[in-house]
Each structure stands twice: as C-alpha cells, then as structure tokens.
C-alpha cells in the first residue's frame, strides 16, 4: 500500500525549532519529488517547500524561506522539514505530499498523487 | 493573497453540472492541478495536467483552461463531491508552487 505517515509535529514555544519526519512506503521513493503543504485551523492549503528526487532543485515559499529547511534521506525513503525560530502563524497541520515527477522544477506540473495525514504544528507560548 | 484567485464557495443542485474556476497570470503558461478535500481528509488529486484523471476518479470529474483561467467541471455532481476545492500551480516567476483559495462546493 502505498503510503505516507508525517510525525514531529507538537506545541512548541516561538522562537523554538521543530523537525518533521515523512515516512514513505509502497512506492519508489527516490523516483520522486515530493513537498511539504501546509494548512492552518480553517484555513486554505499553503505549499511550503519541494524537493526533487536527488536534493538538486529545492524550493521554499516566501514565507518561510530563510527559517525552513528541506531535506530527504533516499536510503530512509524520509522527507524532513527542520523548522527553525518558529512563529505563531506557522501554526498548522503540515502535510507531506509526494510529486508526480522526480524534479518539481524542471516539470511544473505540480500533481501531488499521495498525501499524508499530516502532522499538527502548534507554536504558542 | 495566492496568486490564484478561486471563488470562496459554489453552490450546484444535485444531478447538475457545476464549473470551478481558478484564475491567476501563470495559468496562460502552465497547468493546474485539482484536488478535493472532504472535512478532517488530506486532499486527493482529482485532475491534472491538461485534462488527466488519476485511478479512481470519476469521469464526471474534468478539466479546463483557456487563457488565464483553469477550470474544472463536475458533470452530474452527486452528494459525496460536496467538498473543499483548491487549484495549484506556479506563481508567476515560475520558481515556486502556489495553491488558490479555495472553493467550498456545496450540493443541495
């Protein structure tokens, strides 16, 4: 069964980091990009960052870039996003989500097939 | 504000045909990407590229695009497509991802 299972996620004060761990199953998955998408309590989806297959085309969205990183462990077959001087609108449930393609930007088709069930990311003092 | 601009909410009578629309600049030179998502679900992708469906999907479900504008469309929408809907695609750079609002579709 193909499958994506994100853990990491908790309350964590601002300022403070977290790391987020994306476990994949059931397919190739060094074959792959895959991406973090984001989604705040009542709120829409917000990509947050893309990998490609071999770490070469990375991606981060305005607001997180400089604070986020990714990265992916192809003999784990995990994806990781080490967040760091967190802050209360970082506050969501951050989905793991995994490309049609291996490298999101070369291919901009943005097809994300498999998602996770996400993990919660609370930062409240 | 997301470079792709999508109606807050849709409404469509049950049996009927129902359009989605997402706009935004980049739209004239990429395609978008559909997906639906039901309350407490992770989304699943319904449509991409320039009309595909993934295993699974119906084949009420479609897809659209002419000029700055991509759509997709629910022919005979039933009950279980009631649901959140969002676009993505590329911001105007090019560089990265971008997901419209979303539009919340609601079957009477």
């Known amino acids: 069964e193909v499958q994506l299972v994100e853990s990491g996620g908790g309350l964590v004060q601002p300022g403070r980091s977290l790391r987020l761990s994306c476990a994949a199953s059931?397919?190739?998955?060094?074959?792959?990009?895959m991406h973090w998408v984001r989604q705040a309590p009542g709120k829409g989806l917000e990509w947050v960052s893309g990998?490609?297959?071999?770490?070469?085309?990375?991606g981060y969205a305005d607001s997180v870039k400089g604070r986020f990183t990714i990265s992916r462990d192809n003999a784990k077959n995990s994806l990781y996003l080490q967040m760091n001087s967190l802050r209360a609108e970082d506050t969501a449930l951050y989905y793991c989500?995994?490309?049609?393609?291996?490298?999101?930007?070369?291919?901009?088709?943005?097809?994300?097939?498999?998602w996770g069930q996400g993990t919660m990311v609370t930062v409240s003092s | 504000s997301s470079e792709l601009t999508q109606d807050p909410a849709v409404s469509v009578a049950l049996g009927q045909t129902v359009r989605i629309t997402c706009q935004g600049d980049?739209?004239?030179?990429?395609?978008a990407s559909w997906y639906q998502q039901k309350p407490g679900q992770a989304p699943v992708l319904v449509i991409y590229?320039?009309?595909n469906r993934p295993s699974g999907i119906p084949d009420r479900f479609s897809g659209s695009s002419s000029g700055n504008t991509a759509s997709l469309t629910i022919t005979g929408a039933q009950a279980e497509d009631e649901a959140d809907y969002y676009c993505?695609?590329?911001?105007?750079?090019?560089?990265?991802?971008?997901f419209g609002g979303g539009t919340k579709l609601t079957v009477l």
């Open positions: 590229g320039k009309n």
């Open positions: 980049s739209l004239r030179s990429y395609y």
């Open positions: 993505n695609s590329r911001d105007s750079s090019g560089n990265l991802v971008v």
């Open positions: 989500a995994k490309d049609q393609d291996f490298d999101w930007l070369l291919f901009p088709h943005d097809a994300f097939d498999i």
């Open positions: 990998i490609s297959w071999n770490s070469g085309s990375i």
């Open positions: 059931g397919f190739t998955f060094d074959d792959y990009a």
